[in-house]
């Protein structure tokens, strides 16, 4: 069924370390793919989003992998910072290309 | 700035009550979510509407219903209000569903007891 889901639950970085976040989805249609950042107490905030016809997207110190062969996703964030900690979410369209469907949710720690 | 406004930050009710969780959008967007989130599990969709008075299910529909009277208000309705049911409700709206960015609101923060 349709279900995306991140590979670690938890992770751990020091301040200026590249993270990289990974996240596996299983519906080999899906079209469009996007990352969310949710701070403590706050509703998810877009980062950066993917279409099936790319392979990687660049946004201000954030980089979206985007692997159709194995059906993974990967969010790079460089010079990481205090301010990066956060839950952040993947996600992709559902089959009918309706709604979102989350994935489970991956914490960034970042460490000073 | 865009808005997506729930009412509520904090709610406690009691078993078996009726509960009404209510979300408004400034965007004039046809399209609006309710997700829920516990840890562990991510967001989960419970309904969607994609025009006013249109709504369909999402993966976790049980116990919950919705009402779209207009475009910009999306209520999330809990018929009878279960302690399985204490979670953080997540409302979105979006332009383009499944396709483009969704705007979130705070969330309400749920608990029946």
């Known amino acids: 069924g349709e279900s995306v889901g991140l590979h670690l639950p938890t992770l751990s970085v020091q301040e200026g370390d590249n993270s990289i976040i990974n996240c596996a989805y299983s519906?080999?249609?899906?079209?469009?793919f996007i990352w969310y950042k949710q701070e403590s107490g706050k509703g998810p905030q877009f980062i950066i989003d993917?279409?099936?016809?790319?392979d990687k997207r660049q946004g201000q110190r954030v980089t979206v992998l985007l692997n159709k062969t194995v059906k993974h996703l990967s969010l790079q964030i460089a010079a990481t910072q205090p301010g990066d900690s956060a839950v952040y979410f993947c996600?992709?369209?559902?089959?009918?290309?309706?709604?979102?469907?989350f994935g489970k949710g991956t914490t960034l720690s970042v460490s000073s | 700035d865009v808005k997506v406004t729930q009412s509520s930050r904090y709610l406690v009710k009691r078993t078996g009550e009726k509960v009404f969780l209510e979300c408004v959008q400034d965007m004039d967007h046809e399209n609006m979510f309710w997700y829920r989130q516990d840890p562990g599990l991510g967001l989960r969709l419970i309904y969607f509407?994609?025009?006013?008075?249109?709504?369909e299910k999402g993966d976790i529909p049980e116990g919950y219903s919705v009402s779209r009277e207009k475009k910009e208000r999306f209520s999330l309705i809990l018929e009878s209000a279960s302690t399985n049911q204490t979670s953080m409700y997540l409302c979105?709206?979006?332009?383009?569903?499944?396709?483009?960015?969704?705007?979130f609101g705070q969330g309400t923060r749920l608990t029946v007891v």
């Open positions: 979105a709206s979006s332009f383009f569903p499944g396709q483009g960015e969704a705007f």
């Open positions: 509407s994609y025009d006013v008075k249109m709504k």
């Open positions: 996600a992709e369209d559902n089959q009918a290309g309706t709604a979102l469907i």
């Open positions: 993917i279409r099936s016809n790319m």
């Open positions: 519906n080999s249609a899906s079209d469009y």
